[in-house]
């Protein structure tokens, strides 16, 4: 018997290969490999995808709009860069030829189980009928030997409800992306009076409008000012702020009242000591939207950089998979196992030696689950050298699973009531007890204040009284991980496509900064849309097709009946888009000109106080830093060609000059504008790596 095995990507076909036979043979069909092994009377092969190799594409291309007429072709015929991909597809169609049993596994998510049946499907099988008989799964969480082992020993069947749900959703993001696109882009062109490239999407405009409609509370907000009476306290030859207990005092005649009253006293009491002890259990395991939280908040690094990370780390074999939505780890990973396996890491031995003392190892789980896989948790498998960031998260996510081990942790919270004059004022402390799990996890930090003892009654001396004047403040503006936090709290997107939709809002320049703000273009398109069509912003919508999606995953909804379903309310909304295209193009063109503006001034120039712009020479192409008071100033700075540059709200601490973010692949270097200062180190780093 002969049986083809097909894996998501090259390195975990090999890992599959060495899992079922350290006999295995590597074989290679033009620049593609591939693995040969013999098991109990089957001859094994086992080849690779590299991930997607088909994809959607309009049969006909053209620019008009509505269009539904698309098929599945292999990624070559469509992308740029990715004529690589022919190599495998014709890997698979060679080894196919002669297979009695297929074995699909491709990650088990709707997306491997989609990627995996197209490879089969097209490359394979070229199109012909599928006997399921034929066809089998693999199911694993970790590319252990021991987890690959045990999915090649107990094969499934192939969830076609998953197959189609994962259609679906490429369908819909198709024609929902493609035809709003075209139609915005089709817009602005005649507002340009050029062509220039748009972008919408079933997750990705609604996303959008919830920035927008932060971004105008922002701007309408009124700041209501108020005043925090406080007073500095010796208590017991120690300084404490205490603040009246009215906290944020609006009224502001009411506020100076209480300043006359105490402005001379001298002396305060004590008038009541509430301690109280808090218990805090351990912190739940990861699934990907936490971990993104937390890797952002500890690391500043985006979701999108998290999970490409994680899905490293995976495909090394060092953590589980990670595009997983569980906080629950079940004892069939063994938990002992892999704190034994931990604790021959010199960073993890004092914490796995302590937690193997335990008679009884039981994680913390949280409530969220996942059918396909359980939360992220480290392998026990000792990583290879990591880059930098690779690192952190590996330690992160070691350091979670840990603490989900240790003793609750013990706080105690202080509460003190403090009179002066009759008016009562307050301060607290709090202080760790017992660290429990926080002495496994050093990214959490706590407020440590020891007070001095203090009773009821006692009499301090004060050494200042005073208010101060502050006002109110406008809501936060999204961060990347808050913005993927609040995705997932609607229910848009899925935890696998949720930060590439806020890096493609990135890369469209809709918005910009870390502390997210819209760009005039990005408020333009959605203002344009929600005078016009408001249903294409309407998360409801998207929400919908979401909810007919997971129907359809547990065989409750028919494919073709959403599809339908969806071509038709696009029908309807691009009837109405066409009618006002003009009006919309308008807009979204005043926009773009406006943005391009915006998005093209670094800073203040350092001569004349004018401002410093991205320019690009008509005469040799090139990009450089120059003063827009040109040419009264000459002022001038290079920059590196061939890569994306924005500006930031940063200044250079070395020379106080404004600083750019250059794109390097995947990362961005914060670089301050002259090239010649000292502060260069990130930067030049960056250029030798890419060298």
Same mark, same amino acid.
């Given at each position: 018997?002969?049986?083809?095995?097909?894996?998501?990507?090259?390195?975990?076909?090999?890992?599959?290969?060495?899992?079922?036979?350290?006999?295995?043979?590597?074989?290679?069909?033009?620049?593609?490999?591939?693995?040969?092994?013999?098991?109990?009377?089957?001859?094994?092969?086992?080849?690779?995808?590299?991930?997607?190799?088909?994809?959607?594409?309009?049969? !006909?291309?053209?620019?008009?709009?509505?269009?539904?007429?698309?098929?599945?072709?292999?990624?070559?015929?469509?992308?740029?860069?990715?004529?690589?991909?022919?190599?495998?597809?014709?890997?698979?169609?060679?080894?196919?030829?002669?297979?009695?049993?297929?074995?699909?596994?491709?990650?088990?998510?709707?997306?491997?189980?989609?990627?995996?049946?197209?490879?089969?499907?097209?490359?394979?099988?070229?199109?012909?009928?599928?006997?399921?008989?034929?066809?089998?799964?693999?199911?694993?969480?970790?590319?252990?030997?021991?987890?690959?082992?045990?999915?090649?020993?107990?094969?499934?069947?192939?969830?076609? %409800?998953?197959?189609?749900?994962?259609?679906?959703?490429?369908?819909?993001?198709?024609?929902?992306?493609?035809?709003?696109?075209?139609?915005?882009?089709?817009?602005?062109?005649?507002?340009?009076?050029?062509?220039?490239?748009?972008?919408?999407?079933?997750?990705?405009?609604?996303?959008?409008?919830?920035?927008?409609?932060?971004?105008?509370?922002?701007?309408?907000?009124?700041?209501?000012?108020?005043?925090?009476?406080?007073?500095?306290?010796?208590?017991?030859?120690?300084?404490?702020?205490?603040?009246?207990?009215?906290?944020?005092?609006?009224?502001?005649?009411?506020?100076?009242?209480?300043?006359?009253?105490?402005?001379?006293?001298?002396?305060?009491?004590?008038?009541?000591?509430?301690? !109280?002890?808090?218990?805090?259990?351990?912190?739940?395991?990861?699934?990907?939207?936490?971990?993104?939280?937390?890797?952002?908040?500890?690391?500043?690094?985006?979701?999108?950089?998290?999970?490409?990370?994680?899905?490293?780390?995976?495909?090394?074999?060092?953590?589980?998979?990670?595009?997983?939505?569980?906080?629950?780890?079940?004892?069939?990973?063994?938990?002992?196992?892999?704190?034994?396996?931990?604790?021959?890491?010199?960073?993890?031995?004092?914490?796995?030696?302590?937690?193997?003392?335990?008679?009884?190892?039981?994680?913390?789980?949280?409530?969220?689950?996942?059918?396909?896989?359980?939360?992220?948790?480290?392998?026990?498998?000792?990583?290879?050298?990591?880059?930098?960031?690779?690192? !952190?998260?590996?330690?992160?996510?070691?350091?979670?699973?840990?603490?989900?081990?240790?003793?609750?942790?013990?706080?105690?919270?202080?509460?003190?009531?403090?009179?002066?004059?009759?008016?009562?004022?307050?301060?607290?402390?709090?202080?760790?007890?017992?660290?429990?799990?926080?002495?496994?996890?050093?990214?959490?930090?706590?407020?440590?204040?020891?007070?001095?003892?203090?009773?009821?009654?006692?009499?301090?001396?004060?050494?200042?009284?005073?208010?101060?004047?502050?006002?109110?403040?406008?809501?936060?503006?999204?961060?990347?991980?808050?913005?993927?936090?609040?995705?997932?709290?609607?229910?848009?997107?899925?935890?696998?496509?949720?930060?590439?939709?806020?890096?493609?809002?990135?890369?469209?320049?809709?918005?910009?900064?870390?502390?997210?703000?819209?760009?005039?273009?990005?408020?333009?398109?959605?203002?344009?849309?929600?005078? %016009?069509?408001?249903?294409?912003?309407?998360?409801?919508?998207?929400?919908?097709?979401?909810?007919?999606?997971?129907?359809?995953?547990?065989?409750?909804?028919?494919?073709?009946?959403?599809?339908?379903?969806?071509?038709?309310?696009?029908?309807?909304?691009?009837?109405?888009?066409?009618?006002?295209?003009?009006?919309?193009?308008?807009?979204?063109?005043?926009?773009?000109?406006?943005?391009?503006?915006?998005?093209?001034?670094?800073?203040?120039?350092?001569?004349?106080?004018?401002?410093?712009?991205?320019?690009?020479?008509?005469?040799?192409?090139?990009?450089?830093?120059?003063?827009?008071?040109?040419?009264?100033?000459?002022?001038?700075?290079?920059?590196?060609?061939?890569?994306?540059?924005?500006?930031?709200?940063?200044?250079?601490?070395?020379?106080?000059?404004?600083?750019?973010?250059?794109?390097?692949? %995947?990362?961005?270097?914060?670089?301050?504008?002259?090239?010649?200062?000292?502060?260069?180190?990130?930067?030049?780093?960056?250029?030798?790596?890419?060298?």
């Amino acid at each position: 018997m002969k049986i083809l095995i097909i894996a998501e990507k090259p390195k975990v076909g090999q890992k599959i290969a060495f899992a079922l036979s350290k006999d295995y043979k590597k074989k290679r069909h033009g620049r593609a490999n591939y693995y040969e092994l013999s098991s109990n009377d089957k001859d094994i092969v086992i080849a690779s995808a590299a991930g997607h190799l088909y994809s959607l594409k309009e049969k !006909k291309s053209s620019r008009d709009y509505p269009t539904f007429n698309i098929e599945w072709a292999p990624l070559y015929e469509i992308g740029k860069g990715k004529s690589y991909i022919k190599q495998y597809v014709n890997l698979l169609k060679k080894l196919g030829k002669e297979t009695d049993v297929f074995i699909i596994a491709t990650d088990y998510d709707i997306e491997g189980e989609l990627l995996g049946y197209n490879a089969l499907k097209y490359a394979v099988l070229g199109d012909k009928t599928i006997n399921k008989d034929k066809i089998k799964r693999m199911r694993f969480s970790t590319l252990t030997t021991l987890d690959l082992r045990k999915a090649y020993s107990e094969l499934s069947e192939v969830d076609y %409800n998953l197959v189609e749900a994962g259609e679906t959703r490429h369908i819909l993001d198709w024609y929902w992306g493609i035809n709003i696109s075209r139609a915005l882009t089709e817009a602005a062109k005649k507002g340009l009076k050029r062509y220039a490239v748009f972008s919408a999407g079933r997750v990705q405009t609604p996303a959008l409008a919830i920035l927008v409609r932060r971004e105008r509370e922002i701007s309408s907000f009124k700041p209501e000012p108020y005043i925090k009476v406080y007073a500095d306290l010796k208590v017991s030859r120690k300084k404490i702020r205490a603040e009246h207990v009215l906290g944020r005092i609006f009224d502001i005649q009411k506020a100076k009242e209480i300043l006359n009253k105490i402005k001379d006293e001298k002396e305060g009491i004590i008038r009541s000591v509430t301690r !109280k002890e808090s218990i805090i259990p351990p912190p739940v395991p990861f699934d990907l939207g936490t971990l993104q939280s937390e890797a952002y908040k500890a690391f500043r690094l985006t979701p999108k950089q998290v999970q490409d990370i994680a899905q490293s780390l995976y495909e090394e074999g060092c953590i589980s998979y990670p595009r997983t939505s569980s906080q629950k780890l079940p004892p069939a990973i063994g938990y002992r196992r892999i704190i034994e396996a931990l604790g021959k890491n010199a960073k993890f031995a004092e914490a796995s030696k302590k937690l193997l003392k335990k008679e009884r190892l039981y994680p913390r789980q949280g409530k969220k689950d996942d059918p396909a896989h359980p939360a992220i948790f480290p392998t026990g498998q000792t990583p290879k050298k990591l880059e930098s960031r690779a690192e !952190k998260i590996y330690e992160l996510i070691t350091y979670r699973y840990l603490a989900t081990f240790g003793d609750s942790m013990q706080r105690e919270n202080i509460n003190v009531k403090v009179e002066i004059k009759d008016e009562d004022f307050r301060f607290s402390a709090s202080r760790t007890l017992e660290r429990g799990w926080s002495e496994f996890y050093p990214y959490l930090k706590l407020e440590e204040i020891q007070l001095p003892e203090i009773n009821e009654e006692d009499i301090f001396k004060i050494l200042k009284i005073a208010g101060d004047k502050k006002e109110t403040s406008p809501p936060r503006r999204y961060n990347p991980a808050s913005l993927v936090r609040e995705l997932e709290a609607l229910r848009l997107g899925t935890k696998a496509t949720r930060a590439e939709i806020v890096d493609t809002l990135y890369r469209r320049e809709y918005i910009k900064g870390v502390s997210i703000k819209v760009t005039p273009l990005g408020m333009r398109v959605i203002e344009a849309l929600e005078k %016009n069509i408001p249903k294409i912003i309407d998360e409801n919508l998207t929400k919908y097709f979401e909810e007919k999606l997971e129907k359809i995953q547990r065989g409750e909804a028919k494919k073709e009946e959403t599809i339908e379903e969806a071509k038709e309310e696009l029908i309807k909304t691009l009837k109405i888009f066409r009618e006002k295209e003009e009006s919309i193009g308008k807009s979204i063109a005043a926009g773009f000109i406006e943005k391009d503006r915006e998005m093209k001034i670094i800073g203040k120039c350092p001569n004349c106080g004018s401002n410093l712009r991205i320019i690009r020479s008509k005469a040799s192409g090139k990009q450089f830093i120059g003063c827009s008071n040109y040419p009264k100033c000459k002022t001038s700075f290079p920059l590196p060609q061939k890569k994306n540059v924005y500006p930031t709200d940063k200044l250079c601490s070395t020379c106080g000059l404004p600083m750019v973010s250059i794109s390097f692949g %995947n990362r961005r270097i914060i670089s301050c504008i002259d090239m010649n200062c000292k502060s260069k180190g990130k930067y030049n780093q960056a250029r030798q790596k890419e060298k």
